[in-house]
Nanobody, 115 residues
Framework: QVQLVENGGGLVQPGGSLRLSCAAS????????MDWHRQAPGKQRELVAR???????NYADSVKGRFTISRDNAKNTVYLQMNSLKPEDTAVYYC?????????WGQGTQVTVSS
């Protein structure tokens, strides 16, 4: 029902910044909890950031203070602003939308932090 498309990944140097976006189809975007997950080689997928329908946010300890999640319901889009990037942030980042029994995932976007 819902399709999610991530953009904004790329290669940046340590200390740099990127902003990821996730555009969703459908007309009930505002009801969904929106999550950003990431998966690095050899590691399990982890929840990076969450924003609820009411705008409450949560962050993994590893990114707290550096990443900011936001949403624009009028544009059906969620963002992840990533600052002070570290090599450990290198991963494929996935957008996830969920509400009750509904659970949708984007295709992922690669973020590489390297000198």
């Amino acid at each position: 029902q819902v399709q999610l498309v991530e953009n904004g990944g790329g290669l940046v140097q340590p200390g740099g910044s990127l902003r990821l976006s996730c555009a969703a189809s459908g007309n009930i975007f505002s009801l969904y909890v929106m999550d950003w997950h990431r998966q690095a080689p050899g590691k399990q997928r982890e929840l990076v950031a969450r924003i609820t329908s009411g705008g409450s946010t949560n962050y993994a300890d590893s990114v707290k203070g550096r990443f900011t999640i936001s949403r624009d319901n009028a544009k059906n889009t969620v963002y992840l602003q990533m600052n002070s990037l570290k090599p450990e942030d290198t991963a494929v980042y996935y957008c996830n939308a969920w509400w009750t029994r509904y659970d949708y995932w984007g295709q992922g976007t690669q973020v590489t932090v390297s000198s």
